[in-house]
């Protein structure tokens, strides 16, 4: 136990010093409720890596009935999830954490795309397959309720040069729902 709790406090320290102290990144050993947002997750995917690649993004539509926030992510393919804005500014590429966790607004789709909004997934822990099914736990809170609940579900893994474009309609849900 106090070996774990030494690596998160060393990731957490990291992480602080980097300017990435959200709640995006932090990942629970605490299991939470069902989905207390009504979450529909549409076409997730994650994009298939190379050997000796550390990170990868996963990518899918998220639309909850009711106003939250997507807290969270875990997956046990990365030591590290979080969700990053990617944008362009004078032709440079800059890709962040948010400072603060995903608002989901009731009836509104966010779109989790390559060149915008995506999961980050980094300290990979092995190559990712194309073909190959990726879990990922998504950590969201009810703003109303203050309810947290976790969604868990099966993303494809697509090839390199995927894009949205051409998202998997499907990817299977283990708990909450899905379309």
Known sequence: MLKRSAKRFLMAAAL????????????SDQP????????????????????????TGAFMRLTASQSCR???VQTPIAGVAQVHRMTMKDGVMHM???ESALPLPAGQTVTLAPGGLHLMLMD?????AAGAPVPIT?????????ARGQITLDAPVRA???DS???????????GMMS
Not at 18 to 25: C, E, F, I, L, R
Not at 36 to 52: D, E, H, N, S
Not at 165 to 174: D, E, N, V
């Open 16 to 27: 602080l010093a980097a300017g990435m102290d959200s709640p995006v990144w932090a990942q």
């Open 32 to 55: 939470a409720p069902a989905d207390p947002c009504g979450l529909k997750i549409q076409a997730p995917w994650v994009r298939a890596t190379v050997p000796g690649q550390r990170g």
């Open 70 to 72: 997507l807290m969270a």
């Open 96 to 98: 962040r954490a948010l």
């Open 124 to 128: 990979l822990k092995q190559p990712v």
């Open 138 to 146: 998504l950590t969201v809170q009810n703003q109303q309720t203050g």
């Open 160 to 162: 390199l040069d995927a």
């Open 165 to 175: 474009a051409g998202a998997a309609p499907g990817g299977k849900m283990t708990r």
